[in-house]
């Protein structure tokens, strides 16, 4: 009997305007049962994305972009889309040009300010108080040498309603509230929160957002267990560090005390969380038939990919409003 054909492995690639900011999702799909997707559109996540602008290139497969248009998503052709290569100056960009894309956000840091790249080497510092379970009142001396960090920590306990009938005012208070999980996503993320100075920071912010959450969700559906699933949002985020500041990524995982699995992971790419950081990068790249291998060893399905694709977009989103509204 032969096997049903599987949907299409998508992925949401985010798109940057010309001021460097993400501002888009273009879709990106490999070879597939196109009907099989009918299910991905229909899923509350993936309907959630309206709230940004949606693309899908003008050579789409018809049938497939007949179903993007009716769910909202326009068509956008080749000159639409710049890929500037390595670098990116906003002040070259051809005419006809809205949307950048490619990997210019990967290159080699700008030269920071000293307070810039002060704030960043707090923020690592903290990330390795908080994975070698250091004491609240060590993480919370570091806080207080960073007034925008710290402003921003107690803004995100207040703003998610942890702090109940009252605000929350100190840092240790927060701290307890937050919690451990909870406050290690949070410094992850604003590693790579907006910079002045930087203008990689943004896309770099959304890239790791939708790796780590990705990760995250695939080693749900893969039946890994909650530890090594938030471990799978950490291999994300810590995947460009090295990107971030310039440096071999093991020489900054060097100081950080993190767990073996994520550690195989990033160097080596070994282990389920090493195969499944290697599946969304192969996906970034459109390499579809790499990523369906690692799914199928995995025991993953596309349409559980597709899913967490678009979950972990979402995620993304938040996180780049929330850095947005932060800067």
């Avoid at 693309?55 to 049938?63: F, H, N």
């Avoid at 906003?90 to 990967?106: E, H, K, T």
């Avoid at 306990?157 to 937050?178: C, D, W, Y």
């Amino acid at each position: 009997m032969t096997a049903p054909a599987q949907a299409p492995l998508i992925f949401l690639k985010v798109v940057a305007d010309i001021r460097s900011k993400p501002a888009a999702l273009l879709f990106d799909a490999g070879p597939g049962d196109v009907p099989a997707l009918a299910p991905l559109f229909e899923d509350e996540a993936f309907q959630s994305l309206a709230t940004f602008p949606r693309l899908y290139p003008a050579s789409t497969d018809p049938v497939l972009a007949e179903q993007l248009q009716a769910a909202g998503w326009t068509a956008v052709a080749p000159g639409e889309v710049f890929d500037p290569g390595q670098t990116f100056d906003p002040a070259v960009v051809p005419a006809g040009v809205r949307w950048v894309g490619g990997d210019w956000c990967l290159s080699a840091p700008p030269r920071l300010g000293a307070a810039q790249a002060a704030s960043r080497a707090l923020a690592l510092q903290l990330v390795q108080c908080v994975a070698s379970d250091a004491d609240n009142h060590e993480i919370e001396a570091l806080l207080r040498r960073d007034p925008a960090l710290s402003y921003h920590l107690l803004r995100l306990v207040n703003s998610l309603g942890m702090g109940a009938t009252r605000k929350i005012t100190s840092f240790s208070q927060a701290l307890l509230i937050l919690g451990r999980s909870q406050l290690r996503r949070w410094l992850n993320l604003m590693l790579f929160a907006a910079r002045d100075g930087d203008p990689r920071s943004a896309m770099l912010l959304a890239r790791v957002a939708v790796r780590g959450r990705a990760i995250e969700l695939l080693a749900r559906a893969a039946g890994l267990d909650r530890t090594t699933q938030e471990q799978g949002f950490m291999t994300g985020m810590f995947s460009l560090l090295g990107t971030l500041f310039g440096m071999p990524l093991p020489e900054v995982l060097a100081p950080l005390s993190i767990g073996e699995a994520v550690h195989a992971a990033l160097l080596d790419h070994d282990g389920e969380l090493g195969a499944l950081l290697l599946a969304i990068e192969q996906a970034e790249r459109g390499e579809f038939d790499r990523v369906s291998a690692h799914l199928a060893a995995l025991q993953v399905s596309h349409q559980e990919f597709n899913q967490a694709m678009a979950e972990a977009s979402v995620f993304m989103l938040g996180a780049v409003r929330e850095s947005s509204a932060s800067a």
